[in-house]
């Protein structure tokens, strides 16, 4: 029987960095933070870091806190509020309430994404994605292998049904009546072949069609209800006019009423009357101008509430094309990974049938930072959003090569 031996990776001189604190993590997008007003009676509320590094604070609206530790995110937030004259003496607390996820891929047992945690190594990481596969008992690339092929499976029906939600999404913001074929993501197409997408995409062209004919119908509905106060302003108007037109009558009756008077042709109480008629009209002249005005006003809070409508109902499209967008990104994470776990699981299991091999474990670690990826050790801390690459070599050169061939006639399966 053939045998393996685990060499274990190669120890550098250097000294390794420490552990970043979890109050010195700088936030970025995809982190969510707990923001409290301990002064006020509502719940803490839970504001994720956008894409653009903001958050939504209360009161406050759009914070750019991506970059800072929760430390300076608050002191952010806190002079804010105090030059919004909003808070003279800001009570409020923030804490992270998640990181991003980690990734890690390669050759470990269970490749995919896993929350992060304060003080998270290279080791913990591949611990938590299942170890290595190169500790697999001789029976167990069997088992692997169908396992990964479920995995498989699965993340390709992730990647369709998110590409979809995404295809959705993007044909609403364009105003398509349905899904078009550009609308589906370009970087999931590949993913997407042999795969039936008529059941999803008659499903999403439903929920596309009932979401806009709800929109639709609430606008309809706002523009009758402007129509009709429109209508009811051109009644008033001519009411207006008519009570003015008899206002002025009236005071030309009371013109010719004083005159008389001072001829001794009428009595005062005659004038009096004249002069409490005008009141009246003067009095109705000025409810009706009220009236009207009221009017105008419902017509532009109508007017403000369709314009708010289409907003708010744009910026959610545009939020859940974010969130399927991230979604989607990670299926296809998922699949790539699976998909190589795959390739490296067949070609140990070929390497270990046909020759004693020595397998050595290398990491790296791929950061969002200008340094891109480096090498690491399994003591070497990790921050969120960090992609771990667990690479397994071996002292044969024909072994792995080998073994790839099968898998990836398994992967087309």
Same mark, same amino acid.
């Given at each position: ?261 001072? !001829?001794? /042709? ?5 004038? &009096?009357? @004249?002069? =409490?008629?005008? #009141?009246?009209? *003067? $009095? !109705?002249? /000025? ?5 009207? &005005?009221? @009017?105008? =006003?419902?017509? #532009?809070?109508? *007017? $403000? ?109």
């Amino acid at each position: 029987m053939a045998f393996c031996a685990l060499a274990a990776p190669v120890q550098r001189a250097q000294a390794q960095p420490l552990l970043p604190k979890a109050n010195e993590l700088p936030l970025a997008a995809g982190d969510v933070v707990r923001l409290d007003i301990l002064d006020d009676s509502t719940d803490p509320v839970s504001l994720p870091v956008g894409a653009d590094g903001n958050i939504q604070a209360p009161f406050l609206g759009s914070v750019h806190v991506a970059g800072k530790s929760i430390a300076e995110a608050l002191d952010t937030l806190n002079r804010h509020y105090k030059d919004a004259k909003i808070f003279v003496s800001p009570k409020v607390s923030l804490a992270v309430e998640s990181y991003r996820q980690i990734f890690v891929l390669g050759d470990v047992r269970q490749p995919g994404a896993y929350p992060f945690q304060v003080g998270l190594t290279v080791q913990k990481a591949v611990a938590l994605a299942g170890g290595h596969i190169a500790v697999t008992a001789p029976q167990d690339p069997v088992l692997a292998q169908a396992r990964i092929r479920g995995d498989i499976d699965t993340a390709r029906s992730d990647v369709a049904r998110e590409a979809i939600s995404v295809a959705r999404l993007s044909a609403q913001i364009a105003g398509h009546d349905e899904i078009l074929d550009t609308d589906i993501p370009t970087d999931a197409k590949p993913y997407l072949r042999g795969v039936d997408l008529d059941p999803l995409r008659d499903l999403a062209n439903r929920i596309l069609k009932s979401d806009e004919s709800g929109i639709a119908t609430k606008i309809a509905a706002l523009d009758a209800q402007i129509t009709s106060a429109r209508r009811s302003t051109v009644l008033f108007e001519q009411l207006l006019k008519k009570v003015g037109t008899s206002a002025d009558l009236t005071r030309s009756d009371l013109d010719r009423a004083k005159g008389l008077n001072k !001829r001794g /042709l009428n009595t005062l109480s005659q004038v &009096s009357d @004249i002069e =409490r008629q005008l #009141g009246s009209e *003067e $009095s !109705r002249q /000025l409810e009706v101008m009220g009236d009207l &005005s009221n @009017i105008n =006003r419902e017509i #532009g809070v109508l *007017e $403000s509430e369709i314009v708010d409508t289409r907003q708010t109902h744009h910026l959610t499209l545009l939020s859940d094309l974010q969130d399927h967008g991230s979604a989607l990104d990670k299926a296809i994470v998922s699949l790539k990974s699976s998909e190589q776990a795959l390739v490296a699981v067949v070609g140990f299991q070929a390497a270990r049938a046909t020759a004693n091999v020595d397998i050595a474990l290398s990491y790296a670690i791929r950061r969002d930072t200008a340094q891109g990826e480096r090498s690491a050790e399994e003591t070497s801390p990790l921050r969120p959003g960090d992609v771990v690459v667990v690479t397994m070599k071996t002292d044969t050169n024909d072994a792995i090569p080998a073994g790839k061939q099968d898998a990836q006639h398994l992967v087309q399966r």
